[in-house]
């Protein structure tokens, strides 16, 4: 499993575009990354998940280099429900085999007014 | 569609009891896994299920079992409670096995006294 790094913790103001990068140096070639979103006493929420360039839904974008070594969630205007702890995974979604969700510790963004 | 619905939400129990959680997935999803989530440890991988068998697990003791119903409703069981498994108990749903795309219910806080 790839190992990731992302900053532990963040601060934007309402309105702002806020960009969560993560690292994942070893990340294998059928590895996709995957991001999700948890409020406090909530379980995770499914964001968007992506293998290279770009991938946009209603909720995030997803950039990802040609490397693949690091990808960035990108939230825009977030508002004060945006608060929450943003989690980045990386593994390959198509082995059916042995595997464990490794969440790690996220980034908590705290959103200001 | 309904989403993850877990019983009950909340739960207190004593030293050396054993509890019983419950978990309906999403109508068609066929794998449930379940985690555990603690300040200390973060979300932790416990099982997975898929098709009533037990396909993936995580380093917990085998006082942690699980089972799923031909209906893919899952229960999770702790027996011998010891204090340390005070937690909140989550549990996903996905369509396939092994899935990074995972869909997650409220949670069951689970307090041992």
């Known amino acids: 499993l790839a190992k990731t790094t992302q900053p532990i913790s963040m601060d934007s103001y309402e309105g702002q575009e806020v960009n969560i990068t993560c690292s994942h140096n070893n990340i294998a070639t059928n590895d996709y990354i995957t991001w999700y979103q948890q409020f406090p006493s909530q379980g995770p929420r499914f964001i968007i998940q992506g293998y290279k360039t770009k991938v946009t839904n209603e909720v995030a974008s997803l950039f990802i280099p040609a490397d693949r070594k690091s990808s960035t969630l990108s939230l825009p205007r977030v508002s004060l429900s945006d608060t929450a702890v943003y989690y980045c995974l990386v593994g390959d979604i198509k082995r059916a085999g042995s595997y464990q969700l490794t969440f790690g510790k996220g980034t908590k963004l705290s959103v200001i007014p | 569609k309904a989403g993850v619905t877990q019983t009950p939400r909340y739960l207190i129990k004593t030293r050396g009891q054993q509890v019983t959680l419950s978990c309906s997935p999403i109508s068609g999803h066929r794998s449930v896994s379940w985690y555990q989530q603690t300040p200390g440890q973060g979300l932790q991988f416990l099982f997975e299920?898929?098709?009533?068998?037990?396909?993936n697990k995580g380093n917990f003791p085998g006082r942690f079992s699980g089972r799923q119903f031909s209906n893919s409703r899952s229960e999770m069981n702790v027996s011998t409670l010891e204090l340390g498994d005070s937690a909140l108990y989550l549990c996903?749903?996905?369509?396939?096995?092994?899935?990074?795309?995972?869909?997650f219910g409220p949670g069951t806080r689970l307090t041992v006294t």
């Open positions: 996903a749903s996905s369509l396939r096995q092994a899935s990074y795309e995972q869909y």
């Open positions: 299920y898929f098709s009533e068998t037990q396909r």
